[in-house]
């Protein structure tokens, strides 16, 4: 049999896009850091806030989405990786959009806008090509995701363009609950999964773990609620009580997970504690007409639970499609330590309970620290042919 010419970086999409996401977490959180402390002026055309919030959804996060998406539809569907030329080419388009976004301030932002929407939708098309493809339609809800993740993004740069603070801050918010979503209907397949197949090895009941079709119906769709009532501005208390709902439900979900059975295994623990800030986040959203900023559950949602389960499926993914045993890697907790600080200090720092600029600091220090720790430890794996010899 003829070796796979495909360079290692590139016969799987979750090498490039898991580097590149770590990548760009330092080099975005070192930018916002530098301005906040006034060393130096972005060269961007947006609103700095609005820069950092549209780049931590669209640029971190996206690329955090493509590499676990494009990795796990060969598992649901038995087609082959998206790898090579094709691989490139995406990886290049979501490249593209971070050089435009953060050189905004020289580039006419029709081209801004063009270039940055262009990645989504190839994402959404080629991923539902494939799902359709093999008859998997169980998972086209990643690919409506997707889809209103774009709209999310066209509303911040309409709201650019036409110099509209409130269209911004739509497609701000639309984004988040987009992601709350997506975080909700992962995590909830995959944490309960690979917690029970760990019980099970370690030579326990694996039914300890309950999976309730129905807990999983009412923490997805109570979820989703909040989507259209944030768009069509529903009155604040009722927005509130179902955030206070859903974070009910997801608690009571985390809780039928049996977290603390696995508290000696970091890979499994950081994705219950990752769900866990998700379900932080929808509480407090729902204290907010008691005089609770929004920043509060925005950011335990952005560095908690997105940070947190983000790094958590990246060290778990790197290791299994690599063939090297499930295991974090040497000094691989202080990954973990780093971002879980990071967003105890911003939730501090929100919560006005510590100097802000000084804990916004802080936080980014660790936040920093985190993804830098996981670009050194897993560069090697991520850019090496497989342990075990096989292709990808």
């Known amino acids: ?63 955090a989405i493509a590499g676990f998406l494009l990795t796990a539809m060969t598992n649901w569907t038995g087609a082959p990786p998206l790898k090579g030329a094709g691989l490139l080419a995406l990886v290049l388009l979501w490249l593209a959009g971070r050089i435009v976004m953060g050189l905004s301030a020289w580039i006419n932002p029709l081209w801004v806008a063009a270039v940055d929407l262009a990645f989504l939708p190839l994402l959404a098309a080629y991923v539902a090509r494939i799902l359709l493809g093999h008859g998997n339609r169980r998972n086209m809800i990643m690919v409506v995701i997707l889809a209103l993740l774009w709209v999310a993004n066209l509303l911040m740069h309409l709201g650019q363009l036409q110099h509209s603070a409130w269209l911004v801050r739509q497609g701000e918010w639309l984004a988040l609950n987009l992601i709350t979503l997506m975080m909700v209907v992962i995590a909830g397949r995959i944490t309960p999964a690979f917690t029970a197949n760990w019980i099970r090895l370690q030579g326990g009941n694996p039914e ?110 790197a290791m299994g499609h690599t063939g090297r045993p499930l295991k974090l890697v040497r000094f691989g907790l202080l990954i973990y330590c780093g971002i879980l600080l990071a967003a105890v200090l911003r939730l501090l720092a929100a919560a006005s309970l510590i100097h802000y600029t000084a804990g916004v600091l802080a936080s980014a220090a660790c936040w920093i620290a985190a993804f830098s720790l996981f670009l050194l430890a897993y560069w090697p794996i991520l850019s090496r042919p497989r342990a075990d010899g096989r292709p990808g």
Not at 17 to 37: D, E, I, K, P, R
Not at 265 to 273: A, R, V, Y
Not at 291 to 310: E, F, K
């Open 1 to 63: 049999m003829r070796a796979d010419p495909t360079p290692p970086l590139l016969a799987y999409a979750f090498r490039p896009f898991f580097l590149l996401c770590a990548l760009y977490a330092v080099l975005l959180m070192l930018g916002w850091s530098l301005w906040l402390s006034g060393v130096v002026e972005l060269p961007v055309a947006w609103p700095a806030v609005y820069w950092h919030s549209h780049e931590m959804l669209f640029g971190f996060v996206s690329a």
């Open 208 to 317: 300890q773990v309950i999976r309730s079709a129905k807990t999983d119906l009412w923490a997805i769709l109570s979820v989703a609620l909040l989507i259209p009532m944030t768009l069509g501005s529903a009155p604040e208390p009722i927005v509130a009580l179902t955030a206070l709902l859903a974070g009910l439900i997801n608690a009571y979900r985390l809780y039928q997970w049996r977290g603390w059975k696995v508290c000696r295994e970091p890979l499994l623990w950081i994705l219950h504690l990752g769900y866990l800030w998700i379900v932080l986040a929808l509480i407090l959203r729902a204290a907010t007409p008691l005089g609770l900023t929004d920043s509060l559950w925005q950011h335990l949602l952005g560095v908690g639970a997105m940070g947190t389960l983000i790094l958590g499926i990246m060290t778990r993914v």
